[in-house]
């Protein structure tokens, strides 16, 4: 036999099933607090029915609330990520105004005896293309600091027109001697023009690709029918500097720099905490790009990508010719046999590839140059040691600092750099151990030691 209290209970869960499935009465008015709810409950004499429902409302009201601001905030993240700040402005700007008043921060880089050595393939050559002046500061003297022969050390940096003069008096006054530096503007590259890249061109001209990514990022958008982690998987992928020259510039190396056989091609947000040259010496067996796989690791932002990750493999070109189980690799810290490279198609598949998604309206894929250099480096990618690249650190806040200690390059891809207030505090001081703070540009522009 029942008893009462087996009653109660029993009442009480087929009357939270019809709370479940009806719909919230019109008009209910909720209390701020559960606080409020008991005093209500008691004053107006409750059933339980309605007390169940009011009390579902507020649970909704409350998750409706976290959503929105979890949503909101990584749209303050996105706008974060994509700013520049303050002080790396002014010292742009400062340095700027220095190459114009000031003929040593306009000085010949590297001086004209040194000239011979940009083309000499007995040291090792860096390449970084970049319009932050503050992170290539940092991917040099860390690189020079490092190493354990920096006289056999050649930076090439490329930088936009407007950047050019601030970059080149940075260099031009805080020498990083026995390496060598030279700095060139885009526009200073003959080979550079709209016949060479007018996939690139139609690119940054065509008004619904910028819309896309200088767009209202949420307009158009149904919040109600993705996650957060979709959202902010979306927003990384309409960062502006997609479209951005200086981001497609590496499928140009052996045209850019027909002299040389071998280059390192960094991202502006790496640091290198142990000597590189080893790289050079790494039998690439005839393969044209040495990359970290990307897809034996076990986290799932970073270390664990496959094409599946990269392509809509709805689309019938993505099906037809990619394996969405295909193993990706990183850009970032890449070893590049130009000389290999001259004898492959890859700059025409990559172009190829570019069109298409033009053409379909970027239905193939949304984000930036990895997926066409996936498509065009395919078959030509010699795995490295994932000891050379660390990434992740501007996505993870739970990377292993010990971890951090030991890679030969960190790299802070991600919406999360070290240069911005986003970034992650206890991974930030790897970073700005290789800031010179001393410097009167920087003090000046305030840009100070977290």
């Given at each position: 036999?029942?008893?009462v209290r087996?009653?109660?209970v029993?009442?009480?869960?087929?009357?939270?099933n019809?709370v479940?499935?009806?719909?919230?009465?019109?008009?209910?008015k909720?209390?701020?607090?559960f606080?409020?709810?008991?005093?209500?409950m008691?004053?107006?004499?409750?059933?339980?029915?309605?007390f169940?429902?009011?009390l579902?409302a507020?649970?909704?009201?409350l998750?409706?609330?976290?959503?929105?601001?979890?949503?909101?905030?990584?749209?303050?993240?996105?706008f974060?990520?994509?700013?520049?700040p303050?002080?790396?402005?002014c010292?742009s700007?400062?340095?700027?105004d220095e190459?114009?008043?000031?003929?040593h921060a306009r000085?010949?880089?590297p001086s004209?005896e040194?000239?011979?050595?940009?083309?000499?393939?007995?040291?090792?050559?860096f390449v970084?293309?970049t319009?932050?002046?503050?992170?290539?500061?940092v991917?040099?003297?860390?690189a020079?600091?490092?190493?354990?022969?920096?006289e056999?050390?050649?930076?090439h940096?490329?930088?936009?027109?407007?950047?050019?003069?601030?970059?080149h008096?940075?260099?031009?006054?805080?020498?990083?001697?026995?390496?060598?530096?030279?700095?060139?503007g885009?526009?200073?590259f003959d080979w550079l023009?709209?016949?060479?890249?007018?996939?690139?061109?139609?690119?940054?001209?065509?008004?619904?690709?910028?819309?896309y990514y200088h767009?209202?990022?949420?307009?158009?958008?149904n919040l109600?029918?993705?996650?957060?982690?979709?959202?902010?998987?979306?927003?990384?992928?309409?960062s502006?500097?997609?479209?951005?020259l200086?981001?497609?510039l590496?499928?140009?190396?052996p045209?850019?720099f027909?002299n040389l056989?071998k280059?390192v091609f960094?991202?502006?947000?790496?640091?290198i905490?142990?000597?590189?040259?080893?790289?050079?010496e790494?039998d690439?067996?005839?393969k044209?790009?040495?990359a970290?796989e990307t897809?034996?690791?076990?986290?799932?932002?970073?270390m664990?990508?496959?094409f599946?990750?990269?392509?809509?493999?709805?689309?019938p070109?993505i099906?037809k010719?990619?394996?969405p189980?295909?193993c990706?690799?990183?850009?970032?810290?890449?070893i590049f046999?130009?000389?290999?490279?001259?004898?492959?198609?890859?700059r025409e598949?990559y172009?190829?590839?570019?069109k298409?998604?033009?053409k379909?309206?970027?239905?193939?894929?949304?984000?930036?140059?990895?997926?066409?250099?996936?498509?065009?480096?395919?078959d030509?990618?010699?795995?490295?040691d994932?000891s050379w690249?660390?990434?992740?650190?501007g996505?993870?806040s739970k990377t292993?600092?010990?971890?951090?200690?030991?890679?030969?390059?960190?790299?802070?891809?991600g919406?999360a750099?070290?240069w911005l207030?986003?970034g992650f505090?206890?991974?930030?001081?790897?970073?700005?151990?290789?800031v010179?703070?001393?410097?009167?540009?920087?003090?000046?522009?305030h840009i100070?030691?977290?």
């Open positions: 036999m029942m008893t087996q009653r109660l029993k009442d009480f869960y087929k009357i939270l019809q479940n499935a009806e719909e919230i009465p019109d008009g209910l909720l209390p701020d607090s606080s409020q709810l008991v005093s209500d008691k004053n107006n004499q409750y059933d339980a029915k309605t169940a429902f009011m579902r507020m649970m909704e009201k998750e409706r609330e976290i959503r929105e601001s979890k949503f909101s905030e990584l749209m303050n993240k996105h974060a990520a994509s700013s520049i303050k002080g790396i402005h010292l700007l400062r340095l700027t190459y114009s008043s000031n003929a000085r010949q880089l004209p040194l000239l011979p050595v940009l083309s000499n393939n007995s040291y090792h050559h970084l293309s319009d932050n002046i503050l992170a290539a500061s991917v040099v003297t860390s020079v600091q490092s190493s354990l022969e920096p056999k050390i050649v930076f940096i490329i930088t936009d027109k407007k950047t050019f003069a601030g970059m008096s940075w260099f031009a006054l805080n020498s990083v001697s026995p390496a060598i530096v030279e700095v060139k885009v526009h200073q023009t709209r016949e060479n890249v007018p996939v690139l061109e139609a690119i940054e001209d065509h008004d619904g690709i910028r819309n767009g209202n990022h949420v307009a158009g958008a109600s029918d993705t996650t957060p982690r979709t959202f902010a998987s979306k927003l990384q992928a309409r502006p500097k997609y479209i951005s200086l981001n497609h590496r499928i140009y190396l045209e850019l027909p056989d280059v960094l991202d502006d947000d790496v640091v905490q142990h000597d590189l040259s080893p790289l050079w790494i690439l067996q005839g044209v790009n040495g970290v897809c034996k690791g076990e986290d799932e932002w970073v664990s990508k496959h599946r990750n990269y392509f809509n493999f709805s689309h070109l099906a010719h990619l394996d189980d295909e990706a690799w990183a850009y970032g810290m890449n046999d130009l000389g290999a490279w001259r004898k492959t198609n890859i598949k172009h190829s590839w570019l298409e998604n033009l379909s309206n970027l239905t193939m894929w949304k984000l930036g140059t990895l997926p066409p250099a996936l498509i065009a480096f395919k030509h990618v010699h795995p490295i994932p690249h660390m990434l992740g650190l996505y993870q292993n600092v010990e971890n951090v200690k030991k890679a030969a390059v960190i790299h802070y891809n919406q750099k070290p207030q986003i505090e206890h991974l930030r001081p790897f970073w700005t151990k290789y010179n703070y001393s410097n009167d540009f920087v003090r000046n522009c100070l030691e977290s």
